[in-house]
Structures are given as C-alpha cells and as structure tokens.
C-alpha cells in the first residue's frame, strides 16, 4: 500500500519560514509528478506547487510564487516545499500529492493517484 507521509507543519509568524516535507514509500517514486496541495477551512482544495518527474520543471499558484520552493529527491523518495515570507492566508492542511499526469498535480482535470493524510500549517498575524 503506498503511503505518503508529511511533515514539518506547525505554527509560525507571519514572514517566518517553514520547511514541509513528504516521505513516499511502496511506490515507483521516479514515475510521479509530485506535488502539495492545500485547503483552507470552508476553502476547497487547491494546487500549490508541482515538481515534474525528473525535476526539470516546476509549477506554482500565483498566490506563492516567489515565496515557495518545491523540490524532490529521487534517491531518498522525498519530496520538499520551503515556504518563505509566510502570510497569515498560507493557514490551510497541506496535502503531499502523486500522479501520473501533470495535468491533475497542477490541479486540472483528472485525479491525484495518491495523497497523503495532510499536515497543518498554522501563520498568525
């Protein structure tokens, strides 16, 4: 059974950082798109940020671009979101995605193949 296990999450400051990070197992890791998602309460799920198999391309949502960085490693199966210049808005659970299509880990048509239970990220003002 796949499993994908966030970490990292917790309560921070407004303009402080935090590092996420998802730990994959009992998958092919390098034939996944890899992502995080995020909900916000009474918000539905959004992407956040896609890191292409291979790593040679990235996606962000508008709303942190400049401010995130995701980035994975194939060796260990771990996948990574730092998180700068956090924003009392940034307050959701974040989610570790995999799919086989860019198309669903940007958030478009067609579904994530696996997620993971999701870690809360906390920014207060």
């Known amino acids: 059974q796949v499993q994908l296990v966030e970490s990292g999450g917790g309560l921070v400051q407004a303009g402080g950082s935090l590092r996420l990070s998802c730990a994959a197992s009992?998958?092919?890791?390098?034939?996944?798109?890899m992502g995080w998602f995020r909900q916000a309460p009474g918000k539905e799920r959004e992407s956040v940020a896609a890191v292409i198999r291979g790593g040679t391309l990235t996606s962000y949502a508008d709303s942190v671009k400049g401010r995130f960085t995701i980035s994975r490693d194939d060796a260990k199966n771990t996948v990574n979101l730092q998180m700068n210049n956090l924003e009392p808005e940034d307050t959701a659970v974040y989610y570790c995605a995999a799919a086989e299509t860019w198309r669903a880990i940007t958030g478009g048509a067609g579904g994530v193949d696996y997620w993971g239970k999701g870690t809360l990220v906390t920014v207060s003002s």
């Open positions: 009992r998958i092919t890791f390098a034939r996944y798109h």
